[in-house]
């Protein structure tokens, strides 16, 4: 078999699991959007922008969560066990701090929306859907830090299916607690956050089971002493870490951003906007697994010194990538309406105007996948070869002085609406995209000579 059909078949079958359990972990968003949707749009609002703050907040400790990933696919490749343990304790420790760091975000939300210009009544739903889903910012943290872990050491279907698990219980919880069922009190999106909280905790406590006591992974004994302080592999973690976590910020910032704008619209743009962000979300995170996929594979190709193998891991990865974008342009054009009902009552009268602001959306999010796709996956096999810190002012530059100033400038200044903060979302993630690639195959000197 040659090389490419090699890496091809072991991409995926590492991918596959990932992009399960990324699909599935978007859909307890998802779930969220929909069941609230169908509660009200007022409510769907203030869920949507709840979620995407929630997210702009998870992203940064999501940075630190993925530093664990390259390093201790080196480590497996050096068989140095002791150092697999030490970097991922020391990735729950960072959870824990940054969670107990972050809660104030979460319960003063309120007053910080309003001053980004959303309305009062949204900003107020939307701080009460906080104050109780911000609790799961730890658990969720932790549990990417379990997940990085063991995707390193190719233990993906924990993945998958402790997060299925997580969206089955998040749908029942949401259809109890949102709407009343069972005798339960009626609590609309207070119902919808309380579902989150709990679904995050379970996920987590299934994982770290799971790597505590599963055959191949409980030889680490990642929790004996986890009380002690390891300063040096703290320190390692957070220095790979920071510049990931910046990134994915800078990234997030774009889309929060982008949010505001579509507030400054109206009620109906930002509802509509958040349902079509959903719905590309979702493809998206067939990028994404494939990209941590990436990242695991470059790391043992990093760890040792195999560049003709790490060059094959990634056109291998980008090939795939490039595959489910064609897939998802031929949707996005073909079925924007039924994608768009689905997340809207058939009831409520201002569904026929939220599907169509959304359906124009997604017709430019069919140059939005194939700029996001080129920049995440750029992304993850630079973090393969621990190579974070240039790629994060790359980010910086592409999203904040490119992406945002151009979603205004064709938003506002050029009259297009919400159609036109896409465009800006499209250009900035295409710069993005282009620097980070050329980074990656003709960028720093490494590349020829790992040592």
């Known amino acids: 078999m040659s090389p490419f059909r090699t890496h091809m078949r072991a991409t995926l079958t590492l991918g596959l699991p990932l992009i399960g359990g990324q ?98 009544q949204v ?65 609309g999106l207070q119902g ?6 709990g679904t995050n905790a379970v996920m987590m406590i299934i994982i770290a089971v799971y790597a505590a006591r599963a055959r191949g992974v409980a030889e680490y004994d990642l929790f004996a002493r986890l009380w002690r302080p390891d300063w040096e592999a703290f320190g390692q973690v957070f220095r790979l870490g920071w510049p990931i976590a910046l990134t994915l910020l800078s990234e997030g910032g774009l889309f929060i951003a982008t949010m505001i704008m579509m507030g400054w619209i109206g009620t109906l743009e930002l509802a509509a906007h958040g349902v079509a962000l959903q719905i590309v979300s979702v493809t998206f995170m067939v990028h994404v697994g494939l990209s941590s996929a990436a990242t695991v594979r470059a790391g043992h190709a990093w760890g040792r010194s195999d560049v003709s193998a790490l060059r094959h891991v990634a056109i291998a990865a980008l090939t795939l990538s490039a595959i489910m974008v064609a897939l998802t342009i031929v949707l996005f054009l073909a079925l924007p309406e039924p994608l768009m009902s689905v997340f809207v009552d058939p009831a409520d009268p201002l569904r026929p105007q939220i599907i169509a602001i959304g359906s124009g959306l997604l017709a430019v999010a069919t140059l939005f996948q194939l700029a996001d796709a080129a920049q995440i996956m750029a992304l993850g ?71």
Request: proline content about 4%; overall charge positive.
């Open 192 to 197: 919808a956050a309380i579902a989150s909280l």
């Open 23 to 120: 699909l599935a972990q978007i859909s307890i968003g998802l779930t969220d959007t929909i069941m609230v949707g169908w509660y009200g749009v007022p409510e769907l609002a203030a869920v949507a922008l709840g979620a995407s703050y929630f997210h702009i907040v998870l992203v940064v400790g999501l940075g630190f969560a993925l530093a664990v990933m390259p390093m201790v696919a080196a480590a497996v490749a050096n068989d140095d066990k002791t150092q697999v343990r030490r970097v991922t304790r020391m990735g729950l420790w960072i959870a824990v701090l940054f969670s107990l760091a972050t809660l104030p975000v979460f319960w003063f939300s309120g007053p910080l929306l309003l001053a980004l210009g959303q309305e009062p």
């Open 123 to 187: 900003a107020v739903d939307t701080q009460s859907y906080l104050r109780i889903a911000g609790g799961a910012i730890g658990f969720a943290v932790m549990f990417l830090v379990l997940r990085s872990h063991l995707s390193a050491l190719e233990h993906t279907k924990v993945v998958l299916w402790s997060t299925l698990a997580g969206v089955a219980m998040n749908v029942a919880l949401n259809w109890v607690l949102i709407f009343g069922n069972l005798g339960a009190p009626e609590l």
């Open 381 to 451: 096999l630079l973090r393969g070869v621990q190579d974070t810190r240039l790629p994060m002012l790359y980010a910086v530059f592409s999203y904040w002085l490119i992406g945002i100033p151009c979603s205004y400038l064709f938003g506002f200044l050029l009259g297009m609406g919400g159609v036109g903060i896409w465009l800006g979302l499209v250009v900035g993630l295409a710069f993005a995209g282009a620097l980070m690639m050329a980074r990656f195959w003709r960028g720093p000197a490494r590349l020829t000579n790992p040592a």
